[in-house]
């Protein structure tokens, strides 16, 4: 991957850990804030180890860390009650 790409994917991760940390957020979705802030730092983490052998590992804790913070999403949402809630 070009240097150019990791510094532009570096660039959107730092925006997306800017916007959810910018203002202060409702209890109610802090879990799922705090889920995404952890998934986008493993892949701030998985850049780093592009071209590493270490790379698979890392880039999967970081796709399960985004599917922890969809997780927490989706309960939020059924706590919530909202018609997205993908529970029975």
């Known amino acids: ?33 705090a889920a995404y802030v952890d998934a986008i730092r493993k892949t701030e983490g998985s850049l780093e180890a592009i071209g590493t052998s270490a790379f698979p590992v890392v880039q999967n804790r970081a796709k399960a860390a985004f599917a922890a913070g969809a997780a927490a999403v989706q309960t939020l949402v059924c706590r919530a009650r909202l018609p997205a809630c993908a529970s029975p």
């Open 1 to 33: 991957m070009p240097v150019a790409e990791i510094v532009q994917l570096r660039s959107r991760l730092q925006r997306d850990l800017d916007a959810i940390s910018r203002s202060p957020l409702p209890d109610i979705v802090k879990p799922a804030a």
